[in-house]
């Protein structure tokens, strides 16, 4: 008996110790989860070269390559400041009371070489799509300036917008220790972070900057709306990866952040189409892809909140807000060139605050608006820091190694005069 009792002892605190080892047990990969964030991360990815074909094709021929320039660049200098410091400063613990995160073993991404989160996605995977926002968020904001910035001011923009700009929004959003994220602001993939900022974020450079020469009384005209449609399908493919992929995992939520997302973006162009028929008497192939991004835009933040029926409520009204916006513009004489705040900025507004009527399941009316009242404070934190800081850094990059291209730059064309080369291969001075 003595015998027995010691057995049973002895299996007691085997069984103590593996429930132990297993309690702290290192995650292991969940390999359905990674190869969608493989996938969603490379679909980001195709994005910016999207947006660059849909920018491109928005200009004049002579701006067409240079333009596209402004989205190809910030996928390597964006890279490049996400590796040293961005990761860092947007998911390491809150510093500086919060103003950012910091955690050196991020820096470089020196300390995750093995790192596998707790989802089972290995965090380089996790690094690297977030990285993908990074890069095609200061991209969108230069369509509110195309065809009258400088190369060399606009790449010294871009790094420094990232870094005090996207990186503490990210942090504030996203981080799990972020203020707005404490206060449960939602935002699934984007609306407040990258739409809402960039398109602030333009319009302030667009107004500092001043309009093209010839603006408003000159016809600027499209150089190759073909491009621009192929563009905006290429956005509409990646945007599969960019609000889907924000699951980060392959389940339920990845199906109805995708399901919502089609949705979407097929209502917002519609709507376009009607309104815009309805309103100038035909409808035209830019605006079908304009309502296309509208609808995109306003799900954003909502892609793992709304159900297809809020989908087809945001897309809709995200659509007609955004072609309202973009009318007045001329109304209000300021040259948001490509419209980055007509339909990025306004279109992440919407969304962020309209979607707390369809969110998925039961509320009250106290907590709906209560939410209203998180995510408009979230709305309208990023609208001031992002306006504020953006003015400084323009100032500064203009004062300095300038921003503004000068007369005989923005008449010669951006292709020519920044990168000595011309996108179709003939000189064009329309």
């Known amino acids: 008996m003595k015998n027995k009792g010691k057995i049973a002892l002895l299996l ?90 910091w955690n050196s073993d991020y820096l470089f991404l020196s300390g995750i070489d093995e790192s596998i989160m707790a989802n089972g996605i290995p965090e ?29 001011g606009y790449v010294v923009f871009i790094a420094l917008w990232g870094l005090i700009v996207y990186n503490p929004l990210c942090h504030w959003v996203w981080a799990t220790d972020g203020f707005l994220f404490k206060l449960a602001a939602i935002d699934f993939a984007g609306g407040t972070v990258v739409h809402i900022s960039a398109g602030v974020s333009g319009l302030v450079a667009a107004i500092y900057l001043g309009a093209r020469r010839g603006y408003p009384k000159t016809p600027i005209s499209p150089n190759n709306l073909v491009m621009t449609m192929i563009g905006a399908g290429l956005l509409w493919v990646g945007w599969f990866g960019f609000n889907a992929g924000s699951s980060v995992t392959s389940g339920l939520s990845t199906a109805q952040a995708l399901t919502v997302t089609q949705i979407a973006a097929a ?30 835009v306003a799900i954003t933040p909502a892609a793992g909140i709304v159900q297809p029926i809020g989908a087809i ?30 339909i990025h900025g306004m279109g992440g507004i919407v969304g962020a605050l309209i979607l707390v009527f369809f969110m998925r399941g039961t509320h009250t009316g106290s907590e709906i608006f209560s939410q209203l009242g998180i995510q408009a404070l979230a709305v309208g934190i990023a609208i001031v820091y992002a306006a504020v800081l953006t003015l400084i850094i323009i100032f500064l990059v203009d004062k300095t190694v300038g921003l503004k291209s000068t007369k005989d730059e923005e008449m010669k064309g951006l292709d020519n005069a920044y990168h000595g080369e011309d996108g179709y291969g003939m000189v064009n001075p329309s």
Request: proline content about 2%; hydrophobic content about 55%; some cysteine.
């Open 12 to 101: 007691i605190l085997f069984g103590m110790v593996g429930i132990q080892a297993f309690g702290q047990a290192t995650p292991t990969i969940d390999t359905g989860s990674t190869a969608w964030m493989l996938t969603s991360t490379a679909l980001v990815l195709l994005m910016v070269p999207g947006l660059a074909m849909f920018y491109g094709g928005l200009v004049r021929s002579k701006n067409v390559l240079g333009t596209m320039m402004h989205s190809f660049a910030a996928m390597g200098i964006m890279t490049l400041m996400w590796t040293t410091v961005g990761y860092s400063m947007s998911f390491g613990p809150s510093v500086l009371g919060g103003w950012f995160g």
């Open 124 to 152: 380089y995977v996790f690094s690297m799509f977030q990285a993908k926002f990074a890069i095609i968020t200061p991209a969108l904001i230069a369509g509110a300036f195309a065809e009258r910035v400088k190369f060399k």
């Open 267 to 296: 209502t917002g162009a519609i709507t376009w189409l009607l309104v815009e028929g309805i309103h100038q008497g035909k409808s035209t192939a830019l605006g079908f892809v304009s309502g296309i991004l509208a609808g995109l």
């Open 313 to 342: 409520a945001l897309g809709a009204i995200a659509s007609l807000i955004c072609y309202l916006a973009v009318i007045l513009k001329d109304k209000l004489g300021y040259d948001d060139s490509l419209d980055a705040f007509g």
